[in-house]
Each structure stands twice: as structure tokens, then as C-alpha cells.
């Protein structure tokens, strides 16, 4: 079998945070000896969450089972799902933006035994359907947890409540013009439509 070398656009940043996570999700089980140190494993992880790598080519190129490496990306999943802010928490951050950009994306996903529910007919593939705030700049601020595809943007944004956290929070916020019909009926009223390829909402 053959091999090269590939990169994942990350800093380095992202992987030793992982790994922290996971030594001290290890020392806290005082799990046993595995074949991947933390290191090892967030790389496998992110190779896995970032570059779309497969189960089969990742146990191959780090010499694992590949039910060892599902293991390891699930676990990985987990407890980056477990330090991950509720929007609440990061309403704190959000209220102190000048504004706020928020856009729904479709992560595509494997087809499942129950598809139909993750279709996605405006994309026209099966995924999942992921709200996003963000701050000027596009740096990522709060990511909702995911629906499935089928989900309107509309619909989310109200089943993850961003609707009331936004309006409660006055931020004004940026959304293109698919999700602007949250903001139109959201704010009722109070929002206001710009020209061109965004909508501003004044919440």
C-alpha cells in the first residue's frame, strides 16, 4: 500500500487542544494503554473532521483497526461536543459584537438507513443542516447543534431559539437572503432589508 504526505488547514493550536482533552479524558478514566497517544489520536480525529478522510484509509495510515479509529474519532466528538458553549453562554460574547453574521450551512453526510429526513431538497444531497454565528470578521463564535437536512433555516433558528437570543440581546445581525426571512419574522416589524446580496437585522 502506498502512502504520501497531506496537511489539514489547521494551526497548531487545534490539535494540541485536543489532545489535552483527550490525556485528560484518559487520566480521569485511567484508561489502559492504547495504541495511539493523544496526540496520535486528535490528528486522526481532525484528519477525519476536517479533511473528510475515511475510517478505512486512516486505520490504514495510522496501522489500526478501523473500528479502533471510529472509536477514536467518536470519543473525540464527544468531548469536544462536551466543552462547547450553549448559545447562552455565548450570547455573553455575541452581545458585545459590533455585529453579528449568522447563515445556515448543509454538512454532508453519508446516506443513512432512514434518509429522507436528511435530504436536503435546496442542495439537492443528504446532510445535515448546522446554524452560524459569527463575528465581523467570520471567525466562528457559536455553532448549533446539527438537524437534520431537511430542516428550513427558519425552522432552526427557532428550534435553537437564536431567534429570542438575538432579539433579547439587540445585536444587530447580518444574514444573506435566505436567512433573512428569519429576521423578518423575528423582529416583526424592526427589521430592516438593504440592497444587494445581505440583509441587515437590527434586533
Known amino acids: ?10 494551526s497548531s493550536r487545534t490539535p494540541n487542544h485536543l489532545a489535552d482533552l483527550i490525556r485528560a479524558h484518559r487520566n480521569q478514566h485511567r484508561s489502559r494503554w492504547r ?17 473528510g478522510d475515511t475510517y478505512t484509509r486512516l486505520a490504514a495510515g495510522f496501522e489500526i483497526g478501523v473500528a479502533t479509529a471510529w472509536r477514536y474519532v467518536q470519543e473525540a466528538i464527544m468531548l469536544l461536543a462536551a466543552v462547547a458553549e450553549d448559545l447562552a453562554t455565548a450570547m455573553r460574547r455575541i452581545r458585545r459584537l459590533a ?10 453526510i453519508d446516506r443513512v ?12 444531497q443528504h446532510g445535515v443542516n448546522v446554524q452560524v454565528i459569527a463575528d465581523a470578521a467570520g471567525r466562528l463564535i457559536w455553532a448549533s447543534p446539527a438537524l437534520p437536512g ?8 427557532r428550534i435553537h431559539g437564536i431567534i429570542d437570543a438575538l432579539t433579547s440581546g439587540n445585536v444587530m445581525t447580518f444574514a444573506d437572503k435566505t436567512s433573512h426571512a428569519v429576521c423578518c419574522q423575528a423582529a416583526a ?11 441587515m437585522c437590527s434586533w
Open 1 to 10: 500500500m502506498l502512502s504520501y504526505p497531506s496537511t489539514i488547514s489547521l
Open 113 to 124: 438507513a432512514d434518509q429522507r429526513p436528511y435530504y436536503s431538497g435546496k442542495h439537492k
Open 150 to 157: 431537511s430542516a428550513h433555516d427558519l425552522t432552526a433558528a
Open 189 to 199: 416589524g424592526s427589521s430592516r432589508w438593504s440592497s444587494g446580496a445581505n440583509a
Open 35 to 51: 495504541r495511539l497517544g493523544p496526540g496520535r489520536q486528535a490528528l486522526l480525529a481532525l484528519a477525519h473532521l476536517r479533511n
Open 99 to 108: 455585529y453579528a453574521i449568522l447563515d445556515g450551512t448543509l454538512i454532508p
